[in-house]
């Protein structure tokens, strides 16, 4: 069985480091723990391993995170991945700092990448799991809180978060959603 683990967020050195990049954080935790790398593919970094009898095909999307579908849709196809077997992680502001929700479906949230791979694939049945950035900055301050760097204090508690992030997607691809539903959120 195959699995899609796509971390969302935007390539280059100016992004890494960002809240918005959380996704591609929790992927790269992955990727270390299952001793595999990154290789630079079509319209994004892919990684490939085998955990409990699956495959988990983990992918950062080159396309910036506003063009993610581009990407999501193209190694679904490539990989001959369901939609029920995709798992998209990314940040999300309506979450307090460092809460974690996984869930089958969903709406958008405002959160740009979802809008588009929601209407690349033609709706929104595919689990994401959303990681908690809260929202703690002044009005018209969005996208520079965002797109900003963590804070210390922030950065002492991201390790924890994102560990516990890639455990709640690795128990997406073995006990599956609504179990890990229960035990994560």
Do not use: C
Request: proline share 3%; no cysteine; aromatic share 10%.
């Amino acid at each position: 069985m195959k699995y899609l683990v796509v971390g969302l967020g935007n390539m280059g050195p100016d992004y890494d480091g960002t809240r918005h990049n959380v996704g591609f954080e929790v992927v790269d935790y992955l990727a270390e723990k299952f001793n595999v790398q990154f290789k630079n593919d079509m319209l994004g970094d892919l990684a490939e391993f085998k955990h409990k009898g699956r495959t988990i095909i983990l992918l950062k999307p080159s396309t910036y995170m506003n063009r993610s579908g581009k990407a999501v849709n193209y190694w679904l196809q490539k990989k001959k991945v369901k939609n029920s077997n995709l798992l998209i992680v990314l940040d999300d502001l309506n979450l307090p700092f460092g809460r974690i929700k996984i869930k089958p479906k969903g709406k958008n949230g405002g959160h740009n990448g979802l809008k588009d791979i929601d209407q690349i694939l033609g709706g929104n049945l595919y689990a994401r799991l959303r990681v908690g950035i809260g929202s703690e900055f002044h009005s018209g301050q969005q996208v520079n809180f965002v797109l900003g760097k963590w804070d210390s204090g922030e950065k002492n508690q991201l390790p924890e978060i994102i560990e516990k992030s890639a455990n709640a997607a690795l128990s997406f691809t073995t006990i599956g959603i609504n179990h890990t539903m229960n035990e994560y959120n």
